[in-house]
Every structure is written in C-alpha cells, then in structure tokens.
C-alpha cells in the first residue's frame, strides 16, 4: 500500500460502510443483489450521507465567499494603491492591509475551498474503491472493509439497466467495444452531459442571481465569469476515463450541491443581488420584510425600526459639536486684541 493508500484507508473504510448499508438497505426493500440501479442508488446514498455531514461547512463556505464578493470594491483600493511598487516594503504593507481586511470582516481565501478540501479526501476514497472493483473482483479479493469479495464481484457484475457495466470508462467502451458497448456509450455520455450541467447551473446561479453590483465590479467577479466555463470544460476530460459508478457519485453530488445552492440563494442571498431584491419582493408581498439583523418581521415593526433608527441619527447629529465657519486672519487678529474699559480695542 502506497503513501496515499495509508491516508485515505480510514477513509475508504468509512466509504465501504456506508456504501454496503445502503446496499442491504435496498436489497432488504427488495431490490436485486447485484443490480445496477440498486448500486447506483446505493452510491447516492453515500452522496447523501457525506453531504448532510457537510452542511455547517457549507454554509460557512457560502457566508465566506459571501463576504469575499462584498469586500472585493475594498481589496480593489488596496491593489490600486500598490499597483506598480516592487519594493519589499510596499509588498508587506499590501499584505499587512489584506490580511487586516480578512480580519475585519471574519473571512477569507482559504474558508471558502474549505469545503471542497474536505470533499476531496472522500471523493479519491470513492474513486479508488470504484476503481479498484474490477481489479478486486479479477483477484477474487474484496476492500479495505466490509466490501467483501462476494459484493466486490457482484458491484463488478452489475450493469445499470442491464447494459452499461458499472466500472466501465467510456474511453474503455469506446476503445475495446465489448458487446453491447454502444448502449454503455449511450449512458456514458448522458451521465456524463448530467455531471456537467449540474455543475455549470450550479456556477450559474451564483453568477447570475447572488452577486451585487460592487461585487460584479470586482476581481473576483471575473474570475468566477472564468471558472463558470473553465470546470465543465475540465470535467468533459474527467468524465471520459471516469467509470460509470464514479460518474454517478459525481452526478448525485454536483445535484446535492445545485438544491442546495437554490435553497441558500432564495432564503440567504447575498446583500444587493438580484436574488436578495427578488427575496425582497415575495416578502413584501406577504407583508413582510427584512429588519437591520436581516430576520423576517412584519412591514408595522420594520416601520417603527426605520423610525428608531432615523431618531438615532437625528440625536446624534443634535449631539454633534457645531462646525465653526472658517475665519480670515485678519479678523482672527482682530478678536485676539485686547478689549479697553471702554470696550473699544487697544
């Protein structure tokens, strides 16, 4: 066993439970041992099991990239204020001023991959132990769990729809055409197709409905405008020598993933989106609306709110010393001269 191999085993162990629980799971509801479609499932059920675990992740990733967008007009000023300074002294203030921005407002680069770094363990672990059936199952051996040999042997049988075998790439299919590889092709490509769309919609949403109009001045704006076009083109060559069961994780995740992101966008939207000014519109037609903590209240309490606050300001303007009008030096001279008793300037 590789480097790799000892890191992820833990891992892949985990995999391989709850992998066979869904698996005796659907053959107990009475669907066939060695079926496609119930090893199909069996790996949605993975998807659903290590997501649910990633949800409080998920959602600091969504509040961070939220903040990552708002302070983008801020980092702007910072870049523009060094543009064109080499020196070592330039470089540590421009970096001082960046990392005190991320303070400020709680977030930064790394939180929002956070939950992509922690996916990423578990979708080699996935790979590998799909990968690895074939092989497995041509050894008479199982995994690194409780994928016994006997399940390794039918996971490696099964054919989703009695056509497509699950640990089959489609270069595979494509290149050797075993029998019935056309059908496998078939499926192949439609899974794979599925894989991309539900990513490129995914990355759609956040580009198009949960960016404010600063945000979309910004850098990072740009870069997402890249990215929305760069991962798909990337995944076509994934899919291609992914096998089906690998695939399918794929797909059942980026789906998780596009629900999920519609949910976060509708209810939590990002301050001055599109999405937030839509969130605005159904509230408002239910009467409702969004106080200064951001939570749902009535239009009569967010009425009196605006009205507490704008007395606020009107006292603390009241408080504020008066603004003296700028006086010549001439007439400063004069004041300063000292008054007689007869109350004219000596």
Not at 184 to 206: C, D, E, K, Y
Request: proline share 4%; aromatic share 8%.
């Amino acid at each position: 066993m590789d480097f790799l191999g000892i890191i992820l085993w833990p891992i892949r162990w985990v995999i391989e439970m709850i992998l066979v629980g869904w698996h005796s799971l659907l053959t107990f509801l009475g669907m066939q041992v060695d079926g496609g479609l119930t090893w199909v499932l069996s790996i949605a059920g993975v998807v659903v099991v290590v997501r649910a675990v990633l949800i409080p992740l998920f959602v600091k990733q969504i509040k961070s990239q939220r903040k990552m967008m708002e302070i983008a007009p801020e980092m702007k000023k910072v870049q523009e204020k060094y543009r064109g300074k080499r020196d070592q002294l330039s470089r540590e203030a421009m970096s001082r001023e960046t990392m005190a921005l991320y303070k400020k407002h709680g977030t930064s680069p790394v939180s929002s991959c956070l939950p992509l770094l922690v996916q990423m363990p578990v979708f080699l672990s996935l790979y590998y132990t799909l990968l690895d059936v074939k092989a497995h199952a041509n050894e008479g051996i199982g995994g690194v769990g409780l994928l016994s040999a006997d399940l390794t042997q039918q996971f490696n049988n099964a054919k989703l729809f009695d056509i497509a075998p699950l640990s089959e790439t489609l270069r595979d299919a494509f290149v050797t055409r075993p029998d019935g590889w056309v059908g496998t092709t078939v499926i192949l490509v439609i899974m794979v197709a599925l894989m991309i769309g539900t990513q490129f919609f995914t990355q759609l949403q956040i580009v198009s409905k949960n960016m404010s109009a600063e945000a979309k001045s910004g850098q990072a704006y740009q870069m997402q405008r890249i990215m929305l076009y760069i991962i798909p083109f990337a995944m076509i060559f994934s899919g291609v020598f992914f096998p089906l069961g690998v695939v399918s994780y794929w797909f059942f995740n980026n789906l998780w993933t596009m629900c999920q992101q519609f949910l976060v966008i509708r209810e939590l939207p990002t301050p001055g989106s599109e999405a937030a000014k839509a969130r605005e519109e159904r509230l408002a037609r239910k009467g409702k609306a969004l106080n200064s903590q951001g939570k749902v209240v009535t239009i009569a309490e967010y009425e009196a709110e605006q009205q507490e606050l704008l007395r606020r300001a009107e006292e603390a303007r009241a408080k504020q010393p008066k603004r003296q009008q700028p006086m010549s030096a001439k007439r400063a001279k004069k004041q300063q001269r000292p008054v007689g008793d007869d109350g004219s300037a000596s």
